[in-house]
C-alpha cells in the first residue's frame, strides 16, 4: 500500500477522515487478500484493475498477470493451462444478477497435481447501477469434484448389488405365476428356495447400509452378554462346512478360555464376514484355519486362508466402508467393501481392535482381540476405588 501524504496544515478533522478512510480501505484490502477464492477484477472497460494472491497460489508462478491486461486475455491464459483449452471461457459473461446462477464453469488444471478450479463470473455495479465492470472468482473445487466421483460410483456399485437378488426375485415370483405351465413340486420348491435365499441376501445388504450409517453417524449400540467363545466357534464352522463350500476347515482353540462380554449376534457377524471372505478370495480346496487364544487380558481370534493374500499397500485400506482390493476386482465375487469395515466397527464397539497379516501368495490371516472382562464402570465421585489409605 501507498504511505499517506499528510500535509501539517490539515484540519484535524480532515486528518481523522483521512485515517478512517485508511483504515476502511485496509480493512477491505485484508479482506480481500484473506479469501480462499481466487479473485480477479476487471473495470468497466474489460482491462484487470485488481487481483488477490489466492490467484497466483491456485495458478502457480509464472502468469504473466498485470494492471491494464484484458480480462479476455486473461481468460486465454487460463484456458491454455488447463487440460481442455477449448473450453469456452469466454462465454463467460458479466449479464447474470442471479447469485446462484452466475455463469460458471470447471477447469481441470494441467500440472502435476490434479486441480479442478471453477471458474464464476460476477457483475460489478456502483450505487445507482452503473456499469462498473465485472470479477473472476477461481474457486478449488477439486475435493468437492473427487467426493461427487465417489458418491456417484457408490449409487452405482449399490444400486448394481441391490438389483441382483432383485431381479432374481422378480424372475422366479413371475415365473411362478405363469398359469399356462406345471412346473411340478420339484421345480416349484426350487424356485422358491432361490426367492427365500435372494430375500435373506437383499435384507442382508439392507442392514449392512443400514449399521454402515449407524457406525458413522456414531449410533450403533451393543447389547453384550457373558458369552463362552467355545460352542460359538463349533458353530460356525460348521455351519462353513454345510454349506458345501469346495474348502477344508480347521477349529484350534488353545486351553480352556474364560468366558466373554460379547455381543452374540455381532460375534457371529464378525466371523461369518471374516469365514465367508476366506472362503471367496482363496482357491477351492484351500484350508480355513479358525483360531482362538487367550493373550493376558483378551482373546485373540483370527481366521486363515491360503488364498493370494493381499499387498502391502492396501492393507491398510481394507477396512474402510466401501473399499474393494484387487483380490476382489476383476473377479466373480460379489460384495458392497462393506464387510471388514462393520467388522472393524463391531470389534471396536466391543473394545476390541481388528488387523490383518498378508503377503501375496501367502494367504492372509484377520485377527481380531476381545476384552475377557466387561469394561470397568468409571467410579463417580466419592465411590471408593478399592485403594483406600486411611
Ligand atoms: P467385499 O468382500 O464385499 O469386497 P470386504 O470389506 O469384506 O468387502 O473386503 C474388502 C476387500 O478386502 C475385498 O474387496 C478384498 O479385496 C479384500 N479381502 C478381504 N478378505 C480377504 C481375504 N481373506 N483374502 C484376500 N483379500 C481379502
Known amino acids: 500500500m501507498t504511505e499517506s501524504v499528510r500535509p501539517d496544515f490539515w484540519d484535524p478533522a480532515c486528518v481523522e477522515e483521512v485515517e478512517r478512510l485508511e483504515l476502511q480501505r485496509a480493512r477491505s484490502f485484508g479482506v480481500l487478500e484473506s ?53 469456452g471461457l469466454d462465454q463467460l459473461s458479466c449479464s447474470a444478477i442471479d447469485l446462484h446462477r452466475l455463469p460458471h464453469l470447471d477447469l481441470e488444471m494441467a500440472g502435476p497435481q490434479p486441480l479442478t478450479l471453477q471458474v464464476l463470473q460476477f457483475p ?132 480352556e478360555p474364560a468366558p466373554i462380554w460379547a455381543d452374540p449376534r455381532r460375534l457371529q457377524q464378525i466371523l461369518h464376514n471374516l469365514v465367508d471372505n476366506a472362503i471367496k478370495y482363496s482357491p477351492e480346496g484351500g484350508q480355513i484355519t479358525v483360531r482362538c487364544q487367550t493373550q493376558g487380558d483378551k482373546l485373540v481370534i483370527s481366521v486363515t486362508d491360503q488364498g493370494r493374500g493381499i499387498p502391502q499397500n492396501e492393507q491398510g485400506l481394507l477396512f474402510e466402508p466401501f473399499y474393494r482390493g484387487r483380490t476382489a476386482e476383476g473377479g466373480q465375487q460379489t460384495g458392497l467393501g462393506l464387510g471388514l469395515s462393520l ?28 476384552p475377557l472382562r466387561p469394561p470397568l464402570a468409571t467410579p463417580q465421585p466419592g465411590e471408593a476405588t478399592g485403594n483406600a489409605t486411611a
Open 124 to 255: 460489478i455495479s456502483g450505487p445507482q447501477g452503473e456499469d462498473w465492470g465485472c470479477g473472476l472468482i477461481l474457486r478449488d473445487v477439486t475435493e468437492q469434484r473427487q467426493m461427487d466421483k465417489v458418491k456417484a460410483n457408490l449409487l452405482a456399485v449399490v444400486s448394481h448389488e441391490l438389483r441382483a437378488p432383485l431381479s432374481s426375485i422378480k424372475g422366479f415370483a413371475t415365473t411362478l405365476l405363469r398359469t399356462d405351465v406345471d412346473w411340478g413340486e420339484s421345480a416349484r420348491h426350487e424356485f422358491l428356495t432361490i426367492i427365500d435365499e435372494e430375500s435373506d441376501r437383499l435384507a442382508d445388504l439392507v442392514e449392512e447400509l443400514l449399521d454402515t450409517s449407524r457406525l458413522v453417524l456414531g449410533q450403533f449400540t451393543i447389547e453384550p452378554e457373558e458369552l463362552e467363545i467355545k460352542p460359538l466357534l463349533e458353530r460356525i464352522v460348521a455351519q462353513a462346512q454345510s454349506k458345501g463350500s469346495p474348502h477344508r476347515f480347521a477349529l484350534e482353540i488353545v486351553g
Open 35 to 87: 479469501m480462499v477464492d481466487g479473485l480477479v477484477i476487471a473495470d468497466a472497460d474489460g482491462q484487470i484493475v485488481y487481483w488477490n494472491g489466492r490467484v497466483e497460489e491456485l495458478l502457480g508462478p509464472g502468469l504473466p498477470l498485470r494492471v491494464g491486461l484484458s480480462a479476455t486475455e486473461f481468460k486465454r491464459l487460463l484456458a491454455a493451462r488447463s487440460t481442455d483449452p477449448d473450453r
Open 343 to 370: 467388522c472393524r466397527g463391531y470389534v471396536e464397539a466391543h473394545g476390541g481392535q481388528i488387523w490383518v497379516r498378508s503377503a501375496p501368495q501367502q494367504g492372509s490371516t484377520f485377527y481380531f482381540s476381545l
